[in-house]
């Protein structure tokens, strides 16, 4: 975990550090059910208060770098959040154009550089992993794809609050976090659709969520069928 945070201060990634901080936040509230971990981070902020008392010359260059990297322009035709924008305002105008049924897979580089209304300085990925989505696949599978994520996260959130297996709790817990992490982190990269991996991992998520579902079911039905005496 630790030499992961770093390469991804490293890579200067304003979307992955942002996601990283709503990942911690996020593991920091739901943390706060068990005592044992209160404590721990309760430790842990007490160090770090300390080590700024200790050496506050680190604490600014730590604030001026993040301030650095978090920091955007979308008036610089030549940078980065320029093109971004661009590419996020020929999304709209194609899905405007297609009626709101998008692109189709796949196609949405070959409009960027054909029928493109927004100079995007020959950039054609949107770079974007929602924009990605309703630009390619319409409105529809767009609102069909947000629900199904919420619903997703919001099992998860059960399972970690009902369950009493302690595995099932950890599993849960560390998905919550990469879920709300990748809501910001995923408008970064250029592509992540053509990314196998990452299939595999939701396909593991969506195994791990449906299994502790069905047996939570069972065991409900178990239970009432136990207490009617059938």
């Known amino acids: 975990i630790v030499s992961s945070i770093c390469l991804l201060i490293m890579t200067t990634s304003r979307a992955n550090i942002l996601g990283l901080i709503l990942a911690t936040a996020v593991f920091i509230y739901l943390s706060m059910k068990d005592k044992q971990r209160r404590r721990g981070l309760l430790l842990l902020l007490t160090i770090l208060f300390g080590f700024v008392l200790i050496m506050p010359v680190y604490y600014k260059s730590l604030l001026l770098m993040i301030n650095s990297i978090l920091s955007f322009d979308f008036f610089n035709e030549t940078g980065s959040d320029f093109t971004r924008w661009h590419l996020i305002k020929n999304g709209f105008y194609f899905l405007l154009n297609t009626f709101g049924f998008g692109t189709g ?117 178990f239970t009432c069928d136990g207490r009617s005496g059938n």
Do not use: D, P
């Open 105 to 221: 897979a796949g196609n949405i580089e070959y409009w960027m550089e054909n029928f493109s209304k927004y100079s995007t300085n020959q950039i054609t990925n949107i770079h974007n992993w929602w924009m990605e989505i309703l630009t390619g696949y319409g409105i529809i599978i767009f609102i069909l794809y947000v629900t199904f994520y919420i619903k997703l996260f919001c099992n998860l959130y059960s399972i970690y609050k009902m369950s009493k297996n302690k595995i099932e709790t950890t599993i849960s817990l560390s998905i919550l976090c990469i879920m709300a992490g990748f809501v910001i982190a995923s408008i970064s990269s250029s592509s992540n659709i053509s990314k196998e991996w990452l299939w595999v991992f939701w396909a593991l998520v969506i195994s791990f969520q449906g299994k502790c579902c069905y047996l939570r079911t069972k065991v409900k039905q």
